[in-house]
């Protein structure tokens, strides 16, 4: 071994912006998390031009798969145009010439915070997903390492437990997003913050999802066809967000999770929440020829 | 149309850091240069939160954000990350560090003596104001001592470990190429030591001193004597691949040994870093100290001192709450409102 | 610094070994294509001077040698690259992980024929009902071993490679011998 051999001539800047090393380590961790569905595998999370919390988990996984013909879509909250994901986007596409797409159709590779597309994913897609804390049992027990051990032992019960008690507290989960699911019928993962409309989405799936954390440094997966099912009693069922029956006062559509836009009369209107979707039935309502893919919910409801 | 553009986003990303850019102005090289020579001590924080010593491109970092620290170390630590590793340099023993300054606050005297260096322990903290009227505010010469004290000095806590005083750390003969390094492989817990260490080492000098002051203040369960402060050069050996080690020059380092004594013996807790920063150096080895049997969720315990004094993690995690959260926030309010709705008396139906 | 940077060829052959190997692994039994045949592009791909290797193929070894990877015993390594398989025992000492860090259960790469030999059913994530497939080449009890030893999520995963055809088998598959 020689240090020609270990080292190429200085770039300002490697291909996708991490080194060969940085990517081979996050690949041999991901192939783990494929392996292993649900369960989260550390890493070493190397730092990126962008601050830790800001989908830092995320982009290292992107710009490890990310090549010259990948094309390329980043939300945020559902939203191609919100500030993060075009900072996100136009980042992705500056250190690797890759294209970018608002169109969930044309995407290759998607990366997301807190939604999933209201189209379909193919086999061919690859989801994304940042993840703020990757330990649904935090909430139960914020250090990590015990935490740890009760992943191990499938020691669950005390996240039972917590659900048990909000309802016979409030008659119901009070689980907001990152609805706490068992995947592959032994681990159980956040989804991340997701709503809980877009949970049954993962569940034999025909994509591949894929969750990173990078200030928290863990990765997990969730392959194509693999079992996620929110953790509910037998008696009470698992409820998305009653936003199937809610219209897009701008563009008609329905059935489909929406942002609440709160009125000066104390009223509420509601719009789509996936903005290309949402951009896509106004350009049908006036009248453009406009390809939608199949979606997940149909009249409302999960097909 | 009814959604806002993509370009719209892209434009006010744009437009907002054009704004915070444009409060500094022209960043050039002799700016940097400016940066460096007149706050070598905020250069030295910046490159130990960074983990990278470089003076020119700390004192860039500096000038680039403006002086966002946080940002600063943010921008280095993005730079490291990417940079090949040519080397693993030879381990520095304690008695070969090139010392500017060593003080014990354990002993009157120590062998070799307490050496003073620079500092603004003893300095009367009054502003220069006649500066801001146009007064050059010179230093004053420093005066040579007679006899200069020597530039490598034992430790402290070597002499004590002689006196059966304290029972040094086993020596760790890893070589160093195997040594773990936190920044490349995660963080598990319990910590290896070199993790740990090097957390420390890494760790924002703020969030260390809230966490050592703590411990110190009673939270924790020693208390600490400060054995043994120093701020030192150590040169940096590496082998070229022929065979020959040389050096690669000298990078100015702090440590510090604090000390409590547990039964018999004295316990030993220890920290050090890139640069000389003081107050770092003794918090992070208080917290060092304090950790041993410390209870789980304790400011002491390892876990919780290495996660929130991670000055990249913490502060990032701090600032994204700014960006927006309304999908969830969205999930909750349904999760309330249904929950709300259910408690509300229903209407009898009508007999 | 503002225009893209372009990928090297080996970043461009790391990359695609890459894409074949995730989509290998997430849909188990599915044969994808490496951009080379062998094992070479996947060393490329997963194999540096911060994981530990073993390496049973002496042909291979120079290549594995050259990345810097730590060569390791069995049980130490992350990475096994097998060639072909002789003996079923040989899974023995492959590391599996702990319960508390499956991630330690190990990568294993053996050389196989694809598409001839027996006959199995997979089942198991990545696939939606049942997948079949045939892999010729393995020893006698090589997949009644593999059961005996994996204890999900402990346990390692297979690629098997034939030429450039690769094709993974993850702990999670259950494998059913028809």
Known sequence: MSLSTLTKDWEPMSYGFLDPSAKREIRRKMLKAVAVPGCQMPYASREVPMARGWGTGGLQVSLTLINPETTVKVIDQGADDSVNAASIRRFLARVSGAPTTLDTLDADLIQSRHRIPEEKLREDQVLVLQVPNPEPLRPVQPNMSIARQMHADADYGRMWLQLYEQIVRSGRVMQGASYPSMVNGRHVMTPSPIPRWDVPKLHMAKHLTILSAGREKRIHAVPPFTRVEPLVFDDVPYKVEEHGDLTCVRSGAKGFFMNEIPQGDGSSTYEISDSEFGVKSIKQTEGTDTIFGETWYKNGEMS | ?351 | ?178
């Open chain 3, 1 to 178: 610094m503002l225009s893209a940077p372009l990928p090297s060829v080996e970043e461009t052959r790391a990359n695609q070994s890459f894409d074949a190997l995730l989509n290998a692994l997430s849909r188990p039994g599915q044969i994808r294509t490496l951009p080379t045949a062998g094992e070479g592009s996947i060393v490329d791909a997963l194999l540096d001077r911060e994981c530990r290797v073993f390496c049973a193929d002496p042909t291979l070894l120079p290549q594995v040698l050259e990345t810097g990877a730590m060569i390791a015993e069995l049980p130490d390594a992350d990475l096994v690259f097998f060639g072909p398989v002789q003996d079923a025992e040989a899974l023995l000492s492959v590391a599996q992980g702990s319960d508390l860090y499956p991630d330690d259960g190990a990568t294993v790469v053996v050389r196989a024929p694809l598409n001839v030999g027996s006959k199995l059913r997979l089942t198991g994530p990545g696939i939606e009902f049942h997948h079949d497939i045939k892999i010729a080449g393995l020893p006698t009890g090589f997949w009644h071993m593999r059961q005996e030893l994996i204890r999900y999520p402990m346990g390692f995963d297979l690629f098997f490679v034939d030429g450039d055809q690769v094709l993974g088998i993850p702990r999670s598959t259950k494998v059913e011998e028809l």
């Open chain 2, 1 to 351: 149309m009814a959604y806002v553009a993509t370009r719209g986003g892209e434009r006010a990303i744009e437009q907002s850091e054009r704004l915070y850019r444009a409060a500094m102005g022209d960043i050039t090289e002799q700016r940097v240069d400016e940066v460096k020579a007149a706050m070598p001590y905020l250069i030295d924080r910046v490159m130990g939160e960074a983990s990278l010593y470089d003076e020119d491109l700390a004192a860039l970092a500096l000038a680039q954000t403006g002086g966002e620290l946080f940002e600063a170390v943010l921008a280095l630590r993005a730079w490291r990350t990417t940079q090949p590793r040519l080397q693993v340099a030879a381990p520095i023993a304690q008695d070969q560090l090139f010392t500017h300054r060593r003080i014990s606050a354990a002993f009157k005297d120590i062998p070799g003596g307490q050496v003073l260096g620079p500092t603004l322990d003893y300095s009367h903290r009054i502003l220069a104001t006649d500066v801001l009227n146009g007064a050059t505010y010179a230093p004053e010469k420093v005066e040579a001592a007679d006899k200069p004290s020597s530039a490598y000095q034992p430790s402290v806590a070597a002499w004590q470990a002689e006196n059966d005083l304290l029972d040094l750390p086993v020596p760790d003969d890893t070589k160093p190429e195997d040594i773990p390094d936190v920044t490349r492989e995660p963080l598990l817990f319990p910590s290896k030591r070199a993790h740990t260490l090097q957390s420390l080492a890494r760790s924002e000098t703020g969030g260390a001193l809230a966490l050592g002051y703590a411990a110190m203040r009673g939270y924790g369960q020693a208390h600490p004597t400060v054995n043994e402060l120093r701020l030192a050069e150590a040169e940096i050996a590496v082998t070229h691949p022929n065979g020959t080690t040389f050096s690669a020059g000298r990078v100015k380092v702090s440590q510090a040994e604090v000390v409590s004594k547990k039964g018999e013996k004295l316990e030993l807790g220890f920290a050090a870093t890139l640069g000389w920063n003081e107050v770092k150096c003794i918090s992070a080895a208080t917290l060092d100290l304090n950790s041993k049997g410390a209870e789980k969720g304790s400011a002491t315990e390892e876990e919780f001192y290495l996660y929130h004094t991670e000055g990249v993690e913490s502060s990032g995690f701090c600032i994204h709450f700014k960006l927006p959260h309304y999908v969830t926030f969205q999930s909750s309010l349904d999760a309330m409102r249904d929950a709300k709705a259910k408690k509300s008396p229903k209407p009898e139906p009508a007999q």
